[in-house]
């Protein structure tokens, strides 16, 4: 929840795709474990099919937390417009004090606001 003129600074690693990138859009039921050394996904989906991946990308470590997707800024502005954010602006460098160190145009952060409304 934003009070009136507040601004959400957002940051999330993302890509210049058009859409986000989905690693397992059929999730329902699934188990992450580690067989012969290397890290597999099982996942029953919702229709009752079994789908298994390997090569899995964890951040902290093997094991650690399983990403999921990759974002896309296209997708992330279109979400942010969707839930009511009125303006939305992406950084054009990265801000070092506050620990953006990415040189590259992807992955910068964000400041969305919402219009003020008066009554």
């Known amino acids: 929840m934003l009070k009136p003129g507040g601004a959400l600074i957002f940051s999330v690693p993302y890509s210049l795709e058009a859409d986000t990138l989905e690693h397992f859009p059929?999730?329902?039921e699934f188990e992450v474990y580690e067989e012969d050394g290397r890290w597999v996904l099982l996942n029953r989906t919702r229709?009752?099919?079994l789908e298994r991946f390997e090569s899995l990308v964890f951040h902290g470590g093997a094991g650690q937390t399983l990403e999921m997707r990759?974002?896309?800024l296209a997708a992330i502005r279109r979400h942010a417009a969707e839930s009511g954010f009125s303006k939305i602006d992406v950084l054009d460098a990265p801000?070092?004090?506050f620990g953006s160190y990415d040189p590259d145009p992807w992955s910068r952060p964000m400041i969305l606001s919402k219009a003020v409304v008066s009554r």
Request: glycine share 8%; net charge neutral; aromatic share 16%.
């Open 95 to 97: 801000v070092w004090r």
């Open 70 to 72: 990759v974002f896309s």
């Open 26 to 28: 059929s999730l329902h």
């Open 47 to 49: 229709e009752g099919l």
